[in-house]
């Protein structure tokens, strides 16, 4: 099994940035890929970012492009999410999620990954 806890929530204003943590821990080698999600209150929770454990390479929803940036620590087996610029839209529970089988295509199916975290709250006010 793998635990996945996500840290680094909070208020911000709009414009302003945040970065989350996604740490990882127990059976860590099993995870071939990490993606972030969010649902914000009254809708579907959406892809946000992903990134291949391995090649490093990185997945963004249109709506974040440019703005988000994901990366991570293998020493520390653990994922960043950085925020920049964000808006009040972008308020929503962040999720960070692992996955065994890693497929570029199906990065942002967040019915095939394995493992949640419990989420975070991020509030941007305008």
């Known amino acids: 099994q793998v635990q996945l806890v996500e840290s680094g929530g909070g208020l911000v204003q709009a414009g302003g940035s945040l970065r989350l943590s996604c740490a990882a821990s127990?059976?860590?080698?099993?995870?071939?890929?990490v993606g972030w999600f969010r649902q914000a209150p009254g809708k579907e929770r959406e892809f946000v970012a992903g990134?291949?454990?391995?090649?490093?390479?990185?997945y963004f929803a249109d709506s974040v492009k440019g703005r988000f940036t994901i990366s991570r620590d293998n020493a520390e087996n653990t994922v960043y999410l950085q925020m920049n610029s964000l808006k009040p839209e972008d308020t929503a529970v962040y999720y960070c999620?692992?996955?065994?089988?890693?497929?570029?295509?199906?990065?942002?199916?967040?019915?095939?990954?394995?493992?949640w975290g419990q989420g975070t709250q991020v509030t941007v006010s305008s």
């Open positions: 990134i291949s454990w391995s090649a490093g390479t990185t």
């Open positions: 127990g059976r860590t080698f099993s995870v071939n890929g």
């Open positions: 999620a692992g996955k065994i089988v890693f497929r570029a295509s199906r990065v942002a199916y967040q019915g095939e990954y394995d493992y």
